[in-house]
């Protein structure tokens, strides 16, 4: 089994900044990619930022400048780092990791039960 859990979510007033942190446990191989997505009341989850095991990063554009995620191979986690937050960022924040639990079995992808991010004044 493995589990992810995010950290790091609340009310912040537009323009300031939070950190989210994502650590993944149980019956791990390895972590291939890692990410943070979001999901917003009536709207479909997007993803906001990628990386990579070797650490190759990929952005959604709205957060391109703003946002920077980073992950610690050895200790199985990943954080997003949030500045200059806008009420638009206001979303449920999801951790997802591909996980590859044996050497005999195929990578997964895994999610967290998500973090809550208002901004708002």
């Known amino acids: 089994q493995v589990q992810l859990v995010e950290s790091g979510g609340g009310l912040v007033q537009p323009g300031g900044s939070l950190r989210l942190s994502c650590r993944a446990s149980?019956?791990?191989?390895?972590?291939?990619?890692m990410a943070w997505y979001r999901q917003a009341p009536g709207k479909q989850r997007e993803l906001v930022a990628a990386?990579?095991?070797?650490?190759?990063?990929n952005y959604e554009d709205s957060v391109k400048g703003r946002f920077t995620i980073s992950r610690d191979n050895a200790k199985n986690t990943v954080d997003l780092q949030m500045n200059s937050l806008k009420p638009e960022d206001t979303a449920v924040y999801y951790c997802n990791a591909e996980v590859r639990r044996a050497i005999i079995s195929s990578p997964y992808n895994y999610w967290g039960q998500g973090t809550q991010v208002t901004v708002s004044s």
């Open positions: 990386i990579t095991s070797s650490g190759t990063t």
């Open positions: 149980g019956n791990i191989f390895t972590i291939y990619d």
